[in-house]
């Protein structure tokens, strides 16, 4: 059975970091394209990051220079590290796993708030 268990999400102030990571087990890590989407209330889910099995990493535009994705296949996970948070961040954010099929997490709240 394949998982994806999201955690590091919560209520941080603008300029604020945070950490998300997500677990993968049932499916051989290393063989996935992983990605992080976020869908803010009232609006499409989009992509935030991605990261291919071969290293190919992309990023939407609006993220660019503050979130980096990262992915550790001794751990099976990946890792999206945001900085400089912005409003505009509030979202759930979830990660997707891309062989054969598609996977999704469960989802993790990220709120930037004052």
């Known amino acids: 059975q394949v998982q994806l268990v999201e955690s590091g999400g919560g209520l941080v102030q603008p300029g604020g970091s945070l950490r998300l990571s997500c677990a993968v087990s049932?499916?051989?890590?290393?063989?996935?394209?992983m990605a992080w989407y976020r869908q803010a209330p009232g609006k499409q889910r989009e992509l935030v990051a991605a990261k291919t099995r071969d290293g190919i990493t992309t990023y939407e535009d609006s993220v660019k220079g503050r979130f980096t994705i990262s992915r550790d296949n001794a751990k099976n996970t990946v890792y999206l590290q945001m900085d400089s948070l912005k409003s505009e961040d509030t979202a759930v954010y979830y990660c997707?796993?891309?062989?054969?099929?598609?996977?999704w997490g469960q989802g993790a709240q990220v709120t930037v708030s004052s």
């Open positions: 049932g499916i051989t890590f290393g063989r996935v394209d």
């Open positions: 997707r796993a891309n062989t054969l099929r598609v996977y």
